[in-house]
Every structure is written in structure tokens, then in C-alpha cells.
T-cell receptor, first 113, second 111 residues
């Protein structure tokens, strides 16, 4: 089974801190994604990556950046955390080509105080 | 207008009931359609793909109407274990294959 592992299940950070959310997948998938999920809004795409060192903005990239230095790892960075970034963050990966085969990580619930 | 819209929830039904969820999408170029299930505090997991001809998986039936840009999910003989949030998801090649999610509909099946 494909495994997508997010480094933290729960995280509490202070306003203004730089925050790193890590995601690692073990099946050599080309594509990786970061979503956030909020009540009433569903999952919204922040950033995605089709390959190492490649990144594309999703629908809500403001306040975030990403890094993909290795194929298996996709990091989401909050340069200066704010309270409106309190959310559930979900990482996903899928093989290149086609438009199915997504696997999600179990999520990181981030609280910014 | 949201790209993918679902019935507002929650749906509270007794065991054994039949329940239907509806979903509409706005991008006529959408090509693939899915229903995902998300349990409380867990990640979304693929429940089933939705094909143009309609498809069935046990108690679950999915339908697609491309002309109306409408997707449905029917659950027959609902079980307590069906309680979850059901997410309607679409994607298209012209959007790089990224998943576009509806906000989800919560289902609660009661004894």
C-alpha cells in the first residue's frame, strides 16, 4: 500500500513563527499536493508539484510556500504563521499521468495562537 | 459560485434507509468524477469513481449526468458504519488533474 506520512498529527504554533509541515510518500509518486480543510469550505488546494524542484500554485497559495528537493518529500512552509492559518492540512500524492490514484496522508491539525 | 457544490447536511437517517446525495459542478471540461468518504478526524479515502453509464458497488450506486453537470450517490440499506462525510470530487486534464472538492455532506445513520 502507498503510504503518505505527515510528520505531525497536531501542532500548536505562535503568530509570526515560521512553520514547516512535512510530507513523505514511499511509492515514487511524481505528483504531490497540499490541501487545507476548513468547516463549510471543504478541501482547498494550496500548492502542488509534478516533479522534483517543480511547484505550481493552487487556489489559495497566499501566505504559503513549498519545497520539493527530493521526489519523496513535499514540504509546506508558513513563512509567518497567522491565526487564519489554523486549519487541518492534508498532503496527497499520486502517480504521474492519469487523473486518479490519489492517496492522502492522515493530516496535520495546526493551531496558531 | 463554487466549482463543486453539494447538498447541505447533515443527513440523519435510520438504519436500513436509502439516502441520496447530489452534487453539481460548474466546469463543463471536467472529465473524471469521484465520491470520497471521510471519517471524523481522518483523511479522505476514495469510495468510488463515477462513470458516464452509472456504476454500482454493493449498496452504493453512482450516477453522472454530463448534460446537467450533476452527480449523485445512492446508499441503500444504510448501516451505522456508513456514518461519515461524503465528498464529491471532480477533476479535468485542463486543470492538471488536480482534485476539486465539494464541501462535503455529513451522514449520520442512527440505530
Amino acid at each position: 500500500d502507498v503510504k503518505v506520512t505527515q510528520s505531525s498529527r497536531y501542532l500548536v504554533k505562535r503568530t509570526g513563527e515560521k512553520v514547516f509541515l512535512e510530507c513523505v510518500q514511499d511509492m515514487d509518486h511524481e505528483n504531490m499536493f497540499w490541501y487545507r480543510q476548513d468547516p463549510g469550505l471543504g478541501l482547498r488546494l494550496i500548492y502542488f508539484s509534478y516533479d522534483v524542484k517543480m511547484k505550481e500554485k493552487g487556489d489559495i497559495p497566499e501566505g504559503y510556500s513549498v519545497s520539493r528537493e527530493k521526489k519523496e518529500r513535499f514540504s509546506l512552509i508558513l513563512e509567518s504563521a497567522s491565526t487564519n492559518q489554523t486549519s487541518m492540512y492534508l498532503c496527497a500524492s499520486k502517480p504521474g499521468g492519469g487523473i486518479d490514484g490519489y492517496t492522502f496522508g492522515s493530516g496535520t491539525r495546526l493551531t496558531v495562537v | 459560485r463554487k466549482e463543486v457544490e453539494q447538498d447541505p447536511g447533515p443527513f440523519n437517517v435510520p438504519e436500513g434507509a436509502t439516502v441520496a446525495f447530489n452534487c453539481t459542478y460548474s466546469n463543463s471540461a471536467s472529465q473524471s468524477f469521484f465520491w470520497y468518504r471521510q471519517d471524523c478526524r481522518k483523511e479522505p479515502k476514495l469510495l468510488m469513481s463515477v462513470y458516464s453509464s452509472g456504476n454500482e458497488d454493493g449498496r452504493f450506486t453512482a450516477q453522472l449526468n454530463r448534460a446537467s453537470q450533476y452527480i449523485s450517490l445512492l446508499i441503500r440499506d444504510s448501516k451505522l458504519s456508513d456514518s461519515a462525510t461524503y465528498l464529491c470530487v471532480v477533476t479535468s486534464y485542463n486543470q492538471g488533474g488536480k482534485l476539486i472538492f465539494g464541501q462535503g455532506t455529513e451522514l449520520s445513520v442512527k440505530p
